[in-house]
């Protein structure tokens, strides 16, 4: 999918300054558009987490504006932590956004479980899945409502190298079948496998670049997987 989409959501200057004088963003320009996968990269503090909370709407700009061009989007998130409910299966974890939404299921559950190719565990309870089929699941309730746009707040932060490679896997093939998608990570090698890197520092966008020779996660794995054991 090219980035020649139309923008889902553009951040025109934005300052954000805490009520404590911290500078959290200055002059933030970024687009996001249909049919990319970003990941905005970058160490602790520099101000990523802001930059989601604004895109979401959790918090106000204190300059700038955030634009969406085609209309306000459909949002999904995946945290660092799957953060799925103990006492309900996948299946009701999955459906929670849209009970809370007030919605009909009318297969979202079931399509959404299928794309993160968990449909044989719809009854299944968290404390029974992995690590990484937990992440998963947490991102089948991000795609159950049809988002136009996923947020992901370091989602391989608690994961161990082999569960990050397919979780950064999924996403690229999400993203290949259409899925735009805004990734926050501290890790270079985390972020070479989204289209596009935008790094900031300090606050600001230091540079914003297409990834040229893109790696692909699932060959990655699969080099992991048949790697000989240290002698
Ligand atoms: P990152 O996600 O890159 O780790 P953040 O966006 O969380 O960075 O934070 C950027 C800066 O804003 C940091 O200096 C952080 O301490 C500060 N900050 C974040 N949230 C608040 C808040 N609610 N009040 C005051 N300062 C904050």
Same mark, same amino acid.
Not at 117 to 132: I, K, M, T
């Given at each position: 999918?090219?980035?020649?989409?139309?923008?889902?959501?553009?951040?025109?200057?934005?300052?954000?300054?805490?009520?404590?004088?911290?500078?959290? =963003? /200055?002059?933030?320009?970024?687009?996001?558009?249909?049919?990319?996968?970003?990941?905005?990269?970058?160490?602790?503090?520099?101000?990523?987490?802001?930059?989601?909370?604004?895109?979401?709407?959790?918090?106000?700009?204190?300059?700038?504006?955030?634009?969406?061009?085609?209309?306000?989007?459909?949002?999904?998130?995946?945290?660092?932590?799957?953060?799925?409910?103990?006492?309900?299966?996948?299946?009701?974890?999955?459906?929670?956004?849209?009970?809370?939404?007030?919605?009909?299921?009318?297969?979202?559950?079931? /399509?959404?479980?299928?794309?993160?190719?968990?449909?044989?565990?719809?009854?299944?309870?968290?404390?029974?899945?992995?690590?990484?089929?937990?992440?998963?699941?947490?991102?089948?309730?991000?795609?159950?409502?049809?988002?136009?746009?996923?947020?992901?707040?370091?989602?391989?932060?608690?994961?161990?190298?082999?569960?990050?490679?397919?979780?950064?896997? =999924?996403?690229?093939? =999400?993203?290949?079948?259409?899925?735009?998608?805004?990734?926050?990570?501290?890790?270079?090698?985390?972020?070479?496998?989204?289209?596009?890197?935008?790094?900031?520092?300090?606050?600001?966008?230091?540079?914003?670049?297409?990834?040229?020779?893109?790696?692909?996660?699932?060959?990655?794995?699969?080099?992991?997987?048949?790697?000989?054991?240290?002698?």
């Amino acid at each position: 999918m090219s980035s020649s989409g139309q923008p889902i959501v553009s951040l025109r200057n934005v300052d954000k300054t805490f009520e404590s004088g911290t500078v959290a =963003l /200055n002059d933030v320009n970024l687009d996001v558009r249909e049919g990319e996968f970003v990941s905005l990269l970058g160490p602790s503090g520099c101000g990523k987490s802001t930059v989601l909370r604004i895109i979401s709407g959790l918090s106000p700009a204190t300059a700038g504006s955030v634009v969406w061009p085609a209309g306000e989007a459909r949002l999904g998130f995946v945290f660092q932590e799957p953060t799925l409910m103990p006492w309900a299966d996948v299946a009701a974890n999955v459906r929670l956004p849209i009970k809370l939404g007030h919605k009909q299921d009318s297969g979202a559950v079931a /399509n959404a479980l299928g794309r993160v190719r968990l449909s044989a565990f719809a009854r299944n309870y968290p404390r029974e899945l992995s690590g990484g089929m937990k992440m998963r699941v947490s991102i089948a309730r991000a795609l159950v409502t049809k988002p136009s746009l996923v947020l992901a707040d370091e989602p391989t932060g608690n994961l161990d190298t082999h569960t990050s490679l397919e979780v950064m896997a =999924l996403f690229q093939e =999400l993203n290949d079948a259409g899925t735009t998608l805004l990734i926050v990570t501290h890790e270079q090698d985390i972020a070479q496998y989204a289209r596009r890197i935008v790094v900031m520092r300090d606050g600001r966008v230091l540079r914003d670049d297409r990834v040229a020779n893109r790696r692909v996660a699932r060959a990655d794995l699969a080099a992991v997987a048949t790697e000989p054991e240290p002698a």
